[in-house]
């Protein structure tokens, strides 16, 4: 590794909380409780960590308790005996998802909003406590209708408007599985996701906006409809300021739920901890994307303990993050509501009408917790913004960053351009855990380009390839233990071998995670990116499969290798392709491989340079190699060329590198 460490032993630390809010945090508070239980002193947040991974189940039993999670029975196991990935969790326990955060036991006033669902048009909608529950209960009725009941699976092609969090509430209610993805998903990629659940309803946007431009995506819902088997109905969402195209297939959201008579209190069946909540989808380099079954139970402890404890969401407070309905910071924002908090639900580009526009919205609600990408922060920055002078942010007191490592100048950027008494708290974790390996902690100091500390019960190791730890060089992320938020399992793996093969398989009994990362003197975490061959251009994780399939309808590809390419702190998406004899990549071919991959998967899996070359490395099983193909783009060496089929394919490469300019 040429890396160096981000700070060194002797760097002062950008911001260090004042001893008034390390009081007021619920962190502080916790400790203190903890100390209590424990009968000993526990000084600091280390300390505290080391007691949550050295005693877990007293642990997450003392967490859950005081974050009052509502279990309408208990049991007495906190943590089955059964290694990873089979770990079971709260038997005997059973709580509702939904009604923990319809009903969250800090709410200061009914008649505050608790959704705020704002577009880039400037289209507000707000959404009252009470009246949230009416929407959901209203849905509920729709649903039981349409049969779905307890484990019947729900999906949404939808845009981040309140609908979407009804629909979720509603199915975690009944105890029905729900599922997501935004509307820029083409067809196929969204039937890949979805069609291994086989949904009995779909819900869909058949238009949003976005950069100042509408999309008609009537077309795409009636594509992705065709391709879900078991599908019963079909119904339109509505767009804040669009009318809704009208499918013959399908019915609109408002007949709907008028075709029956609601409750004005929504059904919140007590369920086990481990019951199926939600599906997300992480993909791969080969094959479907994975899809995660993810525990309510789990999911709610751990969503929780990272809003109210990490990220010192209070009560009252107003919590924004820039996100889709295809990412799972979706839905780690909507368990927001559990804390009593009010959330910002945002659709459109994060840069409409102008870059700022989001910290004029945060200024406008009086946002308190604001969530951004790291490629957003970076963007800023390069054009000199200061959105710190340019709007009134008193009540911003965290700002978040994930998706991708927010380098030590963007921390640096963040302080002298947005506030300078600000928690800013760099997170990584993941689809997978649908939470955080490591994030923020509001009572210790910030340091540029580490994140502060792994979450509290994360037992996080940082190995070398001999499974060592080792501290002040990039390892391998590692979990020595359960955690909640963990899937249950992988769709279709009932043997456990998918997932068994996704994160055990490199230290055998310990998660993987794929991610390079660095311990610090300090004590926090520099973040390199991922250590495998999956893309992460502008912090949103992409499978290479997803780009391929849409090329299999070109006759002129004959193969084809996507990788990122470093740029900055950032990542561009390049794609390498064997033409077929004959075909030569002019304008007008990359232009129609560019569209294929923008229909067939999303605007985000577009290549950023398309280039063409005379072969692609091979493994002599016959697997193109995209690692390999990665470092070549990237200016390193490549080893290990014994193991290829035909290692000629590393100077040829090169060779048409050098001669495009790009190395």
């Known amino acids: 590794m040429t890396e160096q460490p981000a700070t060194g032993p002797s760097e002062r630390p950008l911001w260090t909380p004042d001893a008034a809010r390390v009081a007021a945090s619920a962190m502080e508070a916790f400790r203190r409780e903890a100390e209590a239980a424990l009968g000993r002193a526990l000084p600091g947040y280390d300390a505290l960590h080391a007691f949550s991974v050295a005693e877990p189940e007293r642990f997450w039993r003392l967490l859950a308790d005081h974050l009052r999670l509502p279990f309408a029975a208990r049991g007495d196991v906190v943590r089955s005996a059964d290694p990873m990935p089979r770990t079971r969790w709260f038997e005997g326990y059973t709580l509702n998802y939904a009604r923990a955060l319809l009903y969250p036991p800090e709410l200061p006033d009914e008649t505050a909003p608790a959704l705020v669902g704002v577009t880039e048009a400037g289209h507000e909608r707000r959404l009252d406590w009470r009246e949230l529950r009416r929407l959901v209960a209203r849905v509920q009725a729709g649903l039981l209708r349409a049969g779905v009941g307890r484990g019947d699976a729900v999906a949404a092609y939808a845009a981040n408007v309140p609908e979407t969090v009804a629909l979720l509430l509603a199915s975690a209610g009944l105890g029905a599985v729900f599922t997501s993805c935004s509307p820029d ?203 710190g002078a340019a709007h009134d942010l008193g009540r911003l007191r965290t700002l978040a960053s994930t998706g991708s490592p927010l380098s030590p100048d963007a921390f640096r950027y963040v302080y002298r351009a947005v506030e300078q008494d600000l928690h800013l708290a760099s997170i990584s974790g993941g689809t997978d855990i649908v939470s955080c390996f490591m994030l923020g902690v509001p009572t210790l100091p910030v340091y540029a380009g580490q994140i502060q500390r792994p979450g509290l019960g994360v037992d996080l190791r940082v190995l070398d390839e ?41 230290y055998p009994g310990l998660w993987c995670h794929g991610d390079l990362v660095e311990r610090t003197p300090e004590g926090g975490i520099v973040v390199y990116g991922r250590s495998d061959a999956t893309l992460n251009p502008g912090g949103v994780r992409i499978g290479t499969a997803e780009i391929y399939r849409p090329l299999e309808r070109l006759p002129e590809v004959v193969e084809a290798v996507a990788v990122g390419k470093r740029v900055g702190a950032d990542q561009e998406v390049w794609l390498l392709v064997v033409l077929a004899p004959g075909a030569a990549l002019d304008e007008a071919l990359a232009g129609r491989i560019r569209d294929a991959v923008r229909r067939g998967a999303s605007p985000r899996h577009v290549p950023r340079r398309v280039i063409d070359v005379p072969q692609l490395p091979r493994t002599r099983s016959g697997k193109a190699m995209e690692l390999a193909v990665a470092r070549l783009v990237n200016g390193q060496a490549v080893p290990n060329l014994e193991v290829m089929a035909n290692p000629g394919s590393v100077a040829l490469i090169e060779a048409r590198l050098r001669e495009l300019g790009l190395l």
């Not at 990412?327 to 009408?353: C, E, K």
């Not at 963990?486 to 068994?500: I, Q």
């Open 185 to 387: 998903f083409g067809a196929e990629a969204a039937a890949a996701r979805f069609a291994q659940l086989r949904p009995k309803l779909l819900f869909a946007s058949a238009a949003y906006r976005y950069g100042g431009k509408r999309f008609d995506t009537a077309a795409a819902v009636s594509a992705l409809a065709g391709g879900l088997p078991g599908l019963e109905a079909v119904v339109t969402l509505p767009y804040p300021g669009e009318a809704e195209p009208e499918l013959e297939e399908a019915t609109t959201w408002e007949a709907w739920l008028a075709a029956g008579p609601a409750p004005d209190e929504p059904i919140t069946e007590p369920l086990p901890f481990d019951h199926p909540l939600y599906v997300l989808y992480s993909s791969g380099t080969t094959g479907l994307p994975k899809a995660m079954v993810h525990r309510a139970g789990g999911t709610l402890l751990t969503h929780l303990k990272e809003l109210r404890l990490h990220s010192d969401v209070r009560p009252g407070d107003v919590a924004y993050y820039f996100t889709t309905c295809g990412w799972m910071m979706w839905n780690w924002l909507v368990s927001a509501l559990g804390v009593g908090a009010t959330v910002v639900l945002y659709d459109g580009s994060p840069a409409y009408p102008e870059p700022e526009a989001q910290f004029a919205l945060a200024a406008r609600l009086g946002v308190t917790f604001f969530g951004t990408s790291a490629r957003f922060i970076g963007e800023l920055q390069a054009r000199g913004a200061r959105p």
């Open 466 to 506: 001999a499974g060592a730890e080792v501290v002040g060089r990039p390892g391998e992320l590692v979990c020595a233990q359960p955690l909640p938020s963990m899937p249950l399992r992988f769709l279709n793996d009932d043997g456990f071998e998918r997932y068994l093969a996704a994160y055990f398989e490199r």
